[in-house]
């Protein structure tokens, strides 16, 4: 190599044809291919979802003759909307015009603690749901007549809220792995979708902090 | 987007994405995108230039920003990947330019890790230690190091393919 860096740009600039904007297709209906905008698309996807969902699950509980399990999962899901609209409103305040460190670390604070408090009530919608599912089985006619064939199968004499006391174990006992599980879960499938993401951001903050140092 | 912002303020100023897009796709698909990408954002943020830099400097930094945190489209089915260096992958758009030899600095600068992209870019563009610090947010001394360092990476890379 004869020519510096520095020359071959100036040079190479000077007569290039391929400086030519490419052509613009229906730009103002494009969906942003950007991590922050594909997020905030995620949140306001997951807040009409939710929304639905709650409507579903009542009408639906309700035709299958549990409308208070409809009701209480319609109450489960209403702070994770609570949450989902706070963080979209949180995420607007990010900006792409600061320095590229400010950009980055303004979007990982935002995307930490979006995942933090996702988690935090995912720990507890989580074995919730599980208990209400549960209590619904119970209280059904294929689950009394269930518990009937288990109590005959194991008779005791210890009942708890008129249930053999090892079926209140048993459901104690998977409620707490549930719940000790729950933010493992969420991550995992945060992880599944956005797991590259997630180490691109990790190598770029690192990158960028070393620079700075 | 209105036409006429298009024409009147990102057209001029084309050059710039274009130069800075190309530093992070490997295809001319992926360019497109890119190219898109970051004329959309620079509409979404139009209202927030303060004119305390220039509108040059303002579509440098939105650039930068977007082309960093940049989902690719797989080829196949919808999914999306983000942008890394792929020194492993085929880079399938060397003839991105007419001239060969930036096609040979543009094939060694996409082996450098996002940043050093970014900051070899600005340098190539003739923009200030002080400048380039404040769009990548670091400070002029490191800057000048690291851009000696980045320097010598590409002499190397251009080096080995002679």
């Not at chain 2, 001029?12 to 190219?35: G, L, M, V």
Request: glycine share 4%; net charge neutral.
């Amino acid at each position: 190599m004869t020519k510096s860096i520095e020359t071959m740009w100036k040079e190479g600039f000077v007569n290039e044809a391929h400086l030519t904007a490419p052509k613009i297709n229906d730009l103002y209906n494009r969906k942003s291919q950007n991590i922050v905008d594909k997020l905030q698309n995620m949140f306001a996807l997951n807040i009409k979802a939710l929304i639905l969902g709650c409507l579903i699950m009542l009408v639906m509980m309700s035709l299958i003759g549990a409308p208070f399990l409809g009701l209480y999962i319609c109450c489960l899901l209403l702070p994770l909307i609570i949450i989902a609209k706070k963080e979209l409103k949180k995420s607007f305040n990010l900006s792409k015009e600061q320095s590229s460190y400010d950009y980055i670390m303004n979007f990982n604070s935002w995307l930490k603690s979006s995942i933090k408090a996702y988690s935090r009530y995912y720990k507890f919608f989580y074995p919730m749901f599980f208990i209400g599912m549960a209590i619904q089985g119970i209280v059904s006619k294929a689950g009394e007549n269930l518990i009937a064939l288990l109590v005959e199968a194991v008779p005791t004499g210890i009942m708890i809220l008129g249930q053999p006391y090892y079926l209140i174990v048993v459901l104690a006992i998977i409620t707490l792995i549930v719940a000790k599980y729950a933010e493992a879960l969420y991550r995992l499938d945060l992880n599944i979708v956005y797991g590259r993401q997630f180490k691109k951001l990790d190598e770029l903050i690192t990158d960028m902090e070393e620079l700075r140092k | 987007m209105g036409s006429d912002f298009y024409q009147l303020s990102i057209l001029p100023f084309a050059s710039i994405i274009i130069k800075i897009c190309r530093a992070y796709t490997n295809s001319q698909e992926d360019f497109e995108d890119y190219y898109q990408e970051v004329c959309l954002q620079i509409w979404r943020s139009k209202d927030n230039f303060n004119q305390q830099c220039e509108w040059s400097t303002w579509i440098y930094r939105i650039s930068l920003n977007v082309c960093l945190t940049y989902l690719k489209r797989r080829k196949s089915g919808d999914k999306q990947i983000v942008s890394d260096a792929l020194p492993e992958e085929v880079i399938d758009d060397s003839k991105a330019f007419v001239s060969d030899e930036i096609n040979q600095l543009y094939s060694a600068i996409k082996h450098l890790s996002e940043t050093d992209r970014a900051i070899i870019l600005l340098y190539l563009e003739e923009k200030s230690y002080d400048e380039i610090a404040e769009m990548i947010g670091s400070n002029s001394n490191n800057i000048g190091v690291r851009i000696n360092r980045i320097k010598g990476k590409l002499n190397k890379f251009i080096n080995q393919k002679d």
